[in-house]
Each structure stands twice: as C-alpha cells, then as structure tokens.
C-alpha cells in the first residue's frame, strides 16, 4: 500500500474502532460493567473471531494486512500513555496503611498461580500450537505464572471508587495488594523477556538496564522531576511548553525499555510513579487522560482483538487447556486471595470481596499477552484462550463484588456517595 492508501485506511478504521468501541462500551455500562469491558469485546468483535468470520472479505478490506503496521504503532502509544497515568495515580502511601494484610494477599495471590504455572508448564509445553518452539520451561513457567498472577490494577482502582470505598479498609487493602501484585509480575515479565532466545548479552544488558532505570527514578526522578510540579502549581496551569517536556520524557523512557529489551509500558509507568504529584497530576489526568482513554486504547484493544483467533481452539485437547487456564485463574487469583484475606483476620464478607476484585485481569493481562505474543513466546491459540480468561474474569467481577459485598453494604450505610451516582 501506498501512504496515502495507508492514511484513507487508517482514518476509516478509526472511525469503525471508535464506534463499535463506544457502542458496545456504552452496552456493557447499562449491564453494571465498566466502559473498558465493553472495548475489550468489541476489539474481539472486529476480529477474526466474530467480523472475520462472518464477513472475511469486508474485515480484510477494513483492515488490510500492510496497515496492521500503523495500528500497532498507536496501540503501543495508547498502551503507553495509560501505563504512563497509571503510574501517576500510584500511591506508594497505601503499602505503609495496610501492610500485613496487603502483604498476605499479594503473596498468596502470586505463589498460588506460580505454583500452578509450574504445574501446567510442562503439560502446556508439550500441548502443540501454545508456546514457541524455543520457548524453554523456564520461560512458560514464569510467563504463565505472570499472565494469572496479573490484577487489573487500574479497574480495581476505579470500582473501588465509584463504590465509594476510597479510603475504607477494604479498598485500601484490595489496592495495596493489587499494587503488590502488578509490580512482582510485571518484574517477572522483565526476567521472561530479558532471558528469551538464550542470548546472556541480551539478557544481562536489559536486566542490568531495567534495574539501573527502576533505582533511578525511585531513587533520583522524584528529586529531578519536581520543578515540574513547582512551575505548574506558581502557574496555575501546565502550559504547552511544560506539557511537551513531559511527554518528551515519556517518549524517551518509553524508548529506552524497548531499547534495552524490555518493554516501553515500563519505562512509561516508573516514569509515571516519580511525577509530582498534587495539581501537576491532576491537570495532567486532565489533559492526557481522555485522549488517550477514548482514542488511543481502542487502537489497542482492536489490535487485540486482531490477534484473536477463537477458531484456533477447534479440538477437545484445546478445550481442555482453555478450561484448565480459565480454572487455574479463578483458583490462583481469586480462591488464594480470599483464603489469604481471612487467615489474615479479614471477616468473611471483606474476604470474599477482596478475592472478587483481584481476580480481574482486564487491560493489564491484555498488555502482558500483547508483549508475549510480539516477542514470539506464545502463539496466536494460547493468545487467544488467555484473552477469553480476561474477558471473562473481568466480567465477574462487577456482579460477583455487588453480590458478595455491595447490595449489603449499601443496605447497611457503609458505602459513600459514590455508589449512587456510579
């Protein structure tokens, strides 16, 4: 393809993205589950799962093989971008409020789904169609392990708002353990991409790399970087100028994790973790938020959804690995963390709705099964049956926590103004 036949496909892909994301988006909302549940199906929906299936020659002609290229730059921007605000609504303060308990889930909540990884590695291994041929055990083991242990940490972060529980007990501990959780697994993903293909150069130069980077900004980027929050809060306002260094030092952390072999999501969320907080975050939020929320992510969630290939799935032994995946997940997230929750001292409701919010996986398994799937670790049908287990322990997770906890809760005055105008 030409570029100018590059630029007409990408605007119209654009707009069918946009649409379809927004309208089943706006479906899932008026059956309680949040806006980005719904994206998250409708990129399965453009894909070759639903779309390409029933019309293949419209979905190729929609989405022709040479403009993927574009598609995946944007996604990668948009992926970035929100690590990169993620980072900015970390909240370090939360380990130190509820540290025993926090520190309980998270541990049951990563040991249970690498004990069972470890389990189901080999069997996976020898399962054909999963895992690259190269892919060593050590490498599956750990992957899977990451791909169940992963919470969507910033959804976990907005029901426990829109509940009204910002700041209660239960939602301090569900986000300190969700935070926990994310960073070990994430740190894990750095070991799996940093050791792929066998390479001990490559190896050591992004472990040594994204070591020195994360020392760094924990170390010497909050320091750095506070000017930044200084002249935006004698302004008032973060001007064009403060905005483009910014995202120039997005842009630049975001080079160096692809660099050195990891992933630019990391640089973007530490870089994200060591901006001023205060006004600066706020009218940054304000500024970047909804452009990359409502334009960029969708870019990532049809690219998703692209790579998608439900039809791979297509005899009983690939039912079985589906079921025994979807299973492992609910049983090393969401059982392990509730059992966690109690021992700790937790009461059963607590407890349960704990389990119920860790055991989503949502954008952040997205992200890892994206990054796994471009490095060449997994293959497009393991791809596939981990987005099904995200799709689907997303969609518990809103009607399991009302069950478990909200409706009682709202019943007896504990959950804040939030809830009613959720």
Known sequence: MT????????FLQMAVILLVCRVVGRLGRLIGQPQVVGEMIAGVLLGPSLFGLFFPGLQHALFPKESLKTLFVGAQLGVGLYMFLVGVEFKSELFRSRARGAAA?????????????????????????????????????????????????PMLARIIYERGLSGTSLG???LSAGAIDDAAA????????????GDSFIAIKAIAGGIGYALFITLIGRRLLAPLGRIAERDQRISPTLLAITLTLFALAAWGMDAI?????????LLGTAMPRGFF??????????????????MFFTFSGLNTQLALVNNPSLFLVAATLLAAS???KGVACWAAARLSGEDNRTALAVGTLMNSRGLMELIILNIGLQRGVILPAFFSMMVVMAIVTTLMATPLFEWVYGRRARAEGELGDAVANA
Request: one cysteine or more; aromatic letters at 16%.
């Open 330 to 332: 609910i049983l090393g």
């Open 261 to 269: 072999g990891i992933h630019a999501v990391f640089g973007g969320f």
């Open 3 to 10: 570029p100018a036949q590059l630029s007409v496909a990408f």
């Open 105 to 153: 889930v998270s541990l049951a909540g990563m040991a249970v789904p690498f004990l069972l990884a470890f389990a189901l590695a080999g069997w996976l291994l020898q399962t054909p169609d999963l895992f690259a041929a190269k892919t060593r055990f050590f490498e599956a083991f750990l992957f899977l392990g990451a791909a169940i242990a992963i919470t969507a940490f």
């Open 186 to 197: 994430w740190c894990v993903l750095a070991v799996v991409l940093a050791t792929f293909g």
């Open 172 to 174: 301090t501990l569900a």
């Open 281 to 298: 975050a706020q009218e940054l939020r304000r500024q970047i938020e909804p452009f990359t929320v409502v334009f960029l992510l969708p």
